[in-house]
């Protein structure tokens, strides 16, 4: 199967802001460019299904949510939102009885799909500070595979940070990170393979 694609270089900005009652439906969602630009209705629908119904939404079209961006929300759950969606985590603050402390779980046992729980009431600065080891506890290969990656961006000064941010989203969508890394291997064999090939020069009459 054929994981990393061209099409898929660049992943998709959601950026979030709140309406009101005016708009008819509770969420309303354009595009511009490779960003999706979202408005809700908190009468109507949670900032936490906002943002899972849109990433659903988008994940059924093959692309994937690189970073949710909170438009004149509060600045900690601005920062946390957009640290989870680094992970490709949905996030929800709850009041269930069994979250007493911020955990990171899977949705329907798809590692892939899973949550960053956060007790009501807790500070969400705090949450932000426990969101690194709640991932590592919920998806340990994953976090490992983010810190070989971080490694890499910096043994490469930067020069294909974007390459490897893209890496590091799929590996996140697939749990899948030898795939990942065999079709990354595929597109630089093709890449260098067509930048090689040239024409046969044309035989003398």
Request: aromatic content about 4%.
């Amino acid at each position: 199967m054929t994981i990393l694609t061209r099409e898929r270089l660049s992943g998709v900005s959601l950026r979030v802001h709140r309406g009101d009652s005016v708009q008819s439906t509770a969420i309303t969602l354009r595009r511009e460019g490779q960003s999706c630009i979202a408005t809700y209705d908190p009468e109507r629908i949670s900032l936490d299904a906002v943002t899972m119904l849109i990433r659903v939404l988008l994940s059924s079209k093959g692309e994937i949510i690189s970073e949710v961006i909170l438009e004149d929300h509060d600045p900690a759950l601005t920062a946390l939102h957009r640290a989870a969606s680094k992970l490709l985590l949905d996030v929800e603050i709850t009041d269930g009885p069994r979250i007493t402390y911020p955990t990171v779980r899977a949705r329907s046992q798809n590692p892939t799909r899973a949550t960053f729980f956060i007790p009501q009431g807790w500070d969400l600065t705090d949450a932000l500070d426990e969101l690194p080891a709640a991932f590592a506890d919920a998806r340990p290969e994953a976090a490992h595979q983010l810190k070989l990656i971080e490694q890499a961006k910096k043994d490469s000064g930067g020069k294909i940070d974007h390459a490897l941010d893209v890496v590091a989203m799929l590996i996140l969508e697939t749990d899948d990170p030898d795939s990942v890394y065999d079709d990354l291997l595929r597109l630089f064999d093709e890449d260098r393979t067509e930048g090689t090939t040239v024409d046969a020069p044309a035989t003398a009459a």
